[in-house]
């Protein structure tokens, strides 16, 4: 049984779409309705899932959405943009890049599988390096490179300045285990810093309940966490997988889809031999530690 979405309007004109429960491949998205139009913010990872989130655009106005924001290349935030056509998708350069180079990726080996539907490829077609600036009507939504490897290499936020709402993207996972197998550890932490700094009162996380700044901490900390379990391993010559068998969860364990842990550590521990550890670590592996972890087979997949 799929658990109903909730949409928030977090500002004038200003939505969350919420997906409970916000584990793989549940992610959040929103939008910013204009008179004449509506920028969309992500879509969903199945057909089901991103016909239902425009069902709710169309819950609250008739006008088109003709702008989509992806966050960054995961599917759960891009599978469903061919259903937003004629709409501009718009993401950071290496969002397509990374879309074109791996198409439409079901992780077989790695999670159950749902019903995708049928997903057809559609990258991002307005791409930027830093910092784009899109309107609904006289209303500002910033999109920001976050700077660096970070949840992704292509992390963009949404920020909203005049109403001091920020769409985060999966850089803040709210209640579920952040992951950052496939950017950076210390980008991630560094990237803290920087959502920090926009002075967000709203915070629309890319998994996980609509929440404050607030949030900021509990991921710093568990970044932390990830560090100092990654230098403690390293030292004992001990493996990602076992380290993270060893390691005692604490708060962390309320966290949802914790085996992220395992390909959270071979990402720290691959950057200590290097920038982003970008050579050194072998993805493969890092999933199917997680696997492992998790007790084997593949991991549990609501969508
Ligand atoms: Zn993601």
Redesign the pocket.
Same mark, same amino acid.
């Given at each position: 049984m799929h658990q109903v979405a909730s949409l928030e309007e977090v500002s004038a004109g200003v939505y969350a779409y919420v997906q409970p429960d916000g584990t793989w491949w549940i992610n959040n998205a929103g939008f910013i309705v204009g008179s004449e139009s509506v920028i969309l913010i992500d879509t969903c990872s199945t057909q089901r899932r991103t016909t239902q989130l425009l069902d709710a655009v169309r819950s609250v106005t008739s006008a088109p959405v003709n702008i989509v924001v992806n966050t +960054?290349h %995961?599917g $759960? %935030?891009t599978h469903g943009n061919s259903f937003t056509a004629p709409a501009a998708i718009v993401a950071h350069r290496r969002c397509r890049e990374t879309l074109l180079a791996t198409g439409i990726n079901h992780y077989e080996a790695v999670f159950q599988q749902p019903d995708w539907g049928s997903l057809r490829l559609s990258p991002p077609v307005i791409t930027f390096e830093s910092q784009l600036d899109l309107w609904a009507d006289d209303l500002a939504v910033e999109l920001h490179y976050i700077g660096e490897p970070a +949840?992704?290499t292509n992390d963009v936020v949404a920020w909203i300045p005049d109403r001091k709402v920020l769409f985060t !993207? $999966?850089l803040v996972f709210h209640q579920g285990t952040p992951?950052v197998v496939m950017g950076s550890l210390a980008g991630s932490r560094r990237a803290i810093d920087r959502l920090r700094e926009f002075g967000a009162e709203v915070i629309v996380p !890319?998994h996980g309940p609509v929440c404050g700044p607030e949030v900021f901490d509990v991921v710093e900390r568990y970044l932390t966490f990830v560090h100092d379990t990654a230098v403690n391993a390293r030292h004992s010559g001990t493996s990602p997988l076992h380290a993270a068998q060893a390691a005692d969860l604490g708060e962390f364990a309320a966290l949802s889809d914790s085996e992220r842990l395992v390909g959270n550590l071979h990402r720290a521990m691959a950057e200590m031999d290097g920038p982003h550890g970008n050579d050194s670590m072998s993805m493969t592996q890092a999933l199917a530690d997680m696997l492992t972890f998790n007790g084997g087979g593949v991991l549990r997949c609501l969508a």
């Open positions: +960054h %995961h $759960d %935030h +949840h992704t !993207g $999966d992951f !890319g």
